[in-house]
T-cell receptor, first 113, second 115 residues
Framework: DAGITQSPRHKVTETGTPVTLRCHQTENHRYMYWYRQDPGHGLRLIHYSYGVKDTDKGEVSDGYSVSRSKTEDFLLTLESATSSQTSVYFC????????????FGPGTRLTVT | AQKITQTQPGMFVQEKEAVTLDCTYDTSDQSYGLFWYKQPSSGEMIFLIY??????QNATEGRYSLNFQKARKSANLVISASQLGDSAMYFC????????????FGTGTSLTVIP
């Protein structure tokens, strides 16, 4: 158990509303990631962080922003949600600094209507 | 071009038999990492096995082994002695990047173990 929690676990929101998803870890690991999972696409990296206030874009970052003001929390914000952002969102951490294998949170199912 | 390709959308295997799940990758980096993850129907993502690009030996973790063929850019997962609990989606993934790591996942293979 890598001590990763995500909140909320489920959310339904309307198009155009802002949404923030939270990822919390208990073990002070530097590297954190946000992915989305869609049928036929596997997982795609949205943003990642290498430490407090150190974030970078992944493969599908358009429409998303992130913040990391504390080591333990990595926030993903959809400034104005669209139906194409309906997905399952996973947060992950890397424990090893040689392999960087990732350990995932339980996921958040977001539906944008 | 796809960074990770998994060409088997679905696979079936008899219980106690071995099964190979295919994965090919595309990178021009010399240093990279390859991973396999399992996603049961409950939805969590579980790390299974890792192979570094400079590792000469194939990685093994219990019943899982990674058949790494660098020249062919393939990283197949072999599960020996399949169990009913192995029924799940399996994802191949790659880490690459000179300055900052980027991660890419394949579209997955659904494995069903038949009793």
């Amino acid at each position: 158990d890598a001590g990763i929690t995500q909140s909320p676990r489920h959310k339904v929101t309307e198009t155009g509303t802002p949404v923030t998803l939270r990822c919390h870890q208990t073990e002070n690991h530097r590297y954190m990631y946000w992915y989305r999972q869609d049928p036929g696409h596997g997982l795609r990296l949205i943003h990642y962080s290498y430490g407090v206030k150190d974030t970078d874009k992944g493969e599908v970052s358009d429409g998303y922003s992130v913040s990391r003001s504390k080591t333990e929390d990595f926030l993903l914000t959809l400034e104005s949600a669209t139906s194409s952002q309906t997905s399952v969102y996973f947060c992950a951490i890397s424990v090893s600094l040689t392999s960087y294998e990732q350990y995932f949170g339980p996921g958040t199912r977001l539906t944008v209507t | 071009a796809q960074k990770i390709t998994q060409t088997q959308p679905g696979m079936f295997v008899q219980e106690k038999e071995a099964v190979t799940l295919d994965c090919t990758y595309d990178t021009s980096d010399q240093s990279y990492g390859l991973f396999w993850y399992k996603q049961p129907s409950s939805g969590e993502m579980i790390f299974l096995i890792y192979q570094g690009s400079y590792d000469e030996q194939n990685a093994t973790e219990g019943r899982y082994s990674l058949n790494f063929q660098k020249a062919r850019k393939s990283a197949n997962l072999v599960i020996s002695a399949s169990q009913l609990g192995d029924s799940a989606m399996y994802f191949c993934a790659m880490r690459e990047g000179k300055r900052r790591n980027q991660f890419y996942f394949g579209t997955g293979t659904s494995l069903t173990v038949i009793p």
